[in-house]
């Protein structure tokens, strides 16, 4: 009954960021202060909600919801949800927010209506340890900081497209500069960057110690090192001018598919990382 209950509750949740999204594309056509502040607090509301099944779960499991693919999904949703808060409340007619919501609400949705898997995490307890935490945490911010280079570089393109074609709309005096937009997308490759690099020492070095039968050249593991080379190669590029302005920009955006791709298809095809 209560599983029942929370599931439904969950659903809810999802409805609420649905209609959010609606606002936020409402002030996104005609820049309509009242649908803006609706979609913010509708946001909020979910974040709240997001955050106290967190809190359930962590007070019954003792441990934060990381260990599985639906976790790691969930938690990077929550992880977005408050960068998305946080961007709208310092810059207040910024479209980052929106943006980041419309992939949280694509993670949030496949977490809520993916199949139901065993209970418990993939990983067995003589397995769990403060290490395996730590390096998943900061997988899931690396990949929360390559997000908000994607977003970015999306608004980049959008404002380059604008200043192209000479079309000035009632949003374009809310979308960031070209620099502030390039500007955000270097800062968050370069957070995103040493994040992972940390993520991925740790990992081995827990699979190095907990591990008995197990290949550095997993699938996971050589994508997530493959990502390390190209954002790092993105930004080499760029610093020697031989990708510039929109090309840069779409580089990101193919990055960012990427990111999605070693997420959900390196997860399945890895020999151990089952769970994440």
Known sequence: MVEMTM????EAMLVLY?????????DFLKKEPHAQRAAFWLTAAVFFMQTGFL??????TRQLPVLSLTDGVYFFTWILIALSLGIQ??????YAGFFLNVIGFSFMTFHIFAPAGPAGSGVGEPLISELLFIHIMFAILSYAAFAMAFVFAILY???????????WSAQFSRLPSLQHALTGTKSAIYTGIPMLLVSLILGIQWAYTALDDWTIFDFKIVGSFLLLIVYSSLLMLNRRGKLQAADFAWAN????VLIIINFFLGSRLS??????
């Open 7 to 10: 599931a439904r509750l969950q």
């Open 18 to 26: 649905a209609v959010s999204l609606v606002f936020y594309f409402i």
């Open 55 to 60: 809190l359930r779960t962590i007070i019954l």
């Open 89 to 94: 409340l310092r810059y207040s007619s910024s």
């Open 157 to 167: 393109l959008l404002v380059y497209n604008l200043l192209k074609k000479k079309k």
């Open 253 to 256: 955006v193919i990055a960012f």
């Open 271 to 276: 020999q151990f990382h089952f769970w994440l």
